[in-house]
């Protein structure tokens, strides 16, 4: 379908400078080449050209299945229905993914919170992270702490006394409370993932584990560049409205 596109784009064969028009399986044979670090590199170079200084972050997961089977159809034999879930940290003013963790196997969310903090602050400085409820744990405060980052994780028990709460951070959030408008920008985690399985589907195809880690990778740097030529276009038409808008208004 993508060399198809290429076939009638001819604005874009002339941008990326094809004289010939590339087979499919040179696409598959470059997609199984490349592995995830190089990926990892690709996905970190959107958040980069954004020029963000400093990074308002939010971390979540989500599940993506990679049964050939129907929702319905498993359901009804009650089958238990493999996922591949995926961490991911991204920025919550810019909307773009910074890194994320694909695992195989049932794990807590809160296992990947220290690695995606780490590397998303190697990119850029981060200056604040939220995550849900998922995420509370005192050893998760105290690393966003330790690199000089404010966190804000709900308890998993609001109405338990503070008295009756561990950890020094967890005790500190309850008694000082948090800004709900700074928290609530969380949601846009959601939204991001939304995007992605209304672009490119809930499942993935793939079926070797190395094959499934690169399919959502792609899925991901596919959303960072729908993401950023999204808000160029957006741009572009406000600014063609506005001289519209003043021809119109020096004609009359």
């Known amino acids: 379908m993508f060399v198809d596109f290429l076939d009638e784009c001819i604005g874009v064969q002339k941008y990326l400078g094809l004289s010939i028009l590339p087979h499919y399986t040179t696409l598959q044979k ?17 958040v980069i050209h954004a020029k963000i200084k400093n990074m308002f972050a939010g971390i979540d997961a989500t599940g993506f299945g990679h049964t050939q089977a129907s929702y319905y159809y498993t359901k009804r034999i009650k ?3 493999k996922f591949v879930k995926m961490s991911a940290v991204s920025d919550m003013r810019e909307q773009l993914v910074c890194a ?5 196997r049932q794990r807590h969310d809160s296992v990947d919170f220290t690695s995606l903090l780490h590397k998303a602050n190697n990119i850029l400085p981060v200056y604040t992270i939220v995550a849900d409820k998922g ?22 028990y609001e109405y338990v006394p503070v008295y009756k709460t561990r950890g020094y951070h967890r005790k500190m959030l309850k008694r000082k409370g948090y ?6 920008q969380r ?24 094959t499934q880690n690169r399919e959502l990778m792609y ?17 572009l038409a406000w600014f ?6 003043n021809y119109v208004i020096n004609k009359k």
Request: no cysteine; glycine share 4%; net charge positive.
């Open 30 to 46: 470059a997609a199984a080449r490349l592995d995830t670090a190089m990926l990892q590199k690709v996905l970190e170079s959107f």
């Open 79 to 81: 089958l238990r229905r």
């Open 100 to 104: 994320v963790k694909i695992r195989h």
């Open 135 to 156: 995420y509370d744990s005192e050893k998760n405060h105290i690393t966003a702490h330790t690199l000089g980052i404010a966190s804000i994780i709900p308890t998993w």
């Open 179 to 184: 800004d709900s408008v700074t928290y609530h």
């Open 187 to 210: 949601n846009k985690t959601e939204t991001i993932f939304s995007v992605i399985k209304m672009m490119f589907g809930e499942n993935v195809t793939s079926r070797k584990i190395a």
């Open 219 to 235: 899925r991901v740097i596919a959303y960072n560049a729908y993401r950023i030529t999204r808000d160029n276009l957006t741009n």
């Open 240 to 245: 063609l409205h506005g001289l519209q808008n």
